[in-house]
């Protein structure tokens, strides 16, 4: 799986989920703090470290690279194929799972194991997210002033935007590489959505409440966004790649955004993972949307 698709998958599962954060333990959990986790969405992963309880981390997930202490860690598969053999053998006394994976609360259930079970959809349920996770884990405190951090550091970004004319923006989050094909973007619906609006621009899909939409070229002209940001996952592209995707937007020259030079490139894993980094993620797309602030 290529990380252009785990990214989409991630941005789907993650958005098309019911609103909101719960728990579930089966009857046997004591409720006492647990000291061996196993967190297999590396949002969680990274809620956990923020908060201080990154040394209760017993395993993560496939696509936890954050923060470099999880690479030392066993790695459980990802979120579509998760090894329940190797969770099981860890022993770990909480497994952090999110709620697609219906397969994997039912077998933890079987075994015994206590889960906990979380579903988000909007920029807000990340600190949300961070409050109940910390009760559950017994750092209530902690986790408290780790998301009070991060809701202070997005308010940062908003009021250094506030008032700026907000451009149509398009955020795309995949296509094939060298094309306009399989163009893939941010609807009006999710974190990267709240994200955009956050850093000071105007979703050109906005009233399409989805979290991902499809697009043809065409539908890039209708749109007519005044800037283009396409986001890529992973390590930094080099500046040789990077100018020849932005020059594959050539092809639509009158989209606003391609004949005032606005085709932007980010890369990093904070725009597929809804936890604390979503502050770089946020400043990021600030900077691309109103460099002028900075």
Known sequence: MTRRIFAL??????????????????????GAAPQRIVSL????????FAMGAGPRVAGVGNYDHYPPAVETLPKLGGLLDPNIEQVIALRPDLVIVYDTQTDLRRRLERAGIPFWSYSTKALADVTSTMRELGQRVGMAAEAARAADNVDAQLRAVQTRVAGRPRPRTLLVFGREPGSLRGINASG???FLHDLLLLAGGTDVLDELKQPAVSMSSEMVLARAPDVIIELHYGEALAPSRIEAERRVWLALPSVPAVRNGRIILLTGNEFVVPGPRVVQAAEQLARAIHPQAW
């Open 9 to 30: 998958l991630v941005v789907i599962s993650l958005c098309v989920a019911g609103r909101g954060v719960f728990s579930a333990q089966p009857a046997r959990s004591t």
């Open 188 to 190: 009006g619906y999710g």
């Open 41 to 48: 969405v590396p949002a969680t992963t990274e809620m956990l």
